[in-house]
């Protein structure tokens, strides 16, 4: 079917499933972007400042670039099939509730 150098799509697979998601079908897309967040409260470390200052600054000097990077953000993309964006919606909305949620009935939980 397709050739080297085609402008065909490529195949995908579902990041959770591994199920193959063929070029023309629905498709979902999603976006995670973890990044530090500073709010806005500086306490004085034990030591004093200066001595904090040249604590980080060391460890920079021996840390790796790309480390330091994804300490501040890091940002992943995944090709999700309906089943599985379906459940990683339901995961979100309901972080707390466990994998095996029942809708509805007394016992919302299966142990």
């Known amino acids: 079917m397709g050739q080297e150098g085609s402008n065909e799509p490529k195949t995908q697979n579902c990041f ?12 979902y897309v ?33 840390s790796n670039p790309e480390d330091l990077e994804k300490e501040v953000f890091q940002e992943f993309n995944f090709a999700l099939c309906k089943s599985c964006r379906d459940r990683l919606v339901d995961e979100f909305e309901h972080p707390w509730e466990g994998p095996f949620r029942v809708p509805g009935g007394m016992d919302r939980f299966t142990h």
């Open 16 to 27: 959770r499933c591994g199920k193959e998601l063929p070029p023309g079908n629905l498709t």
């Open 30 to 62: 999603a976006q995670i972007r973890i990044f530090a967040e500073f709010d806005g409260i500086l306490r004085e470390p034990e030591g004093g400042v200066d001595r904090q200052l040249d604590q980080l600054l060391k460890q920079v000097e021996r």
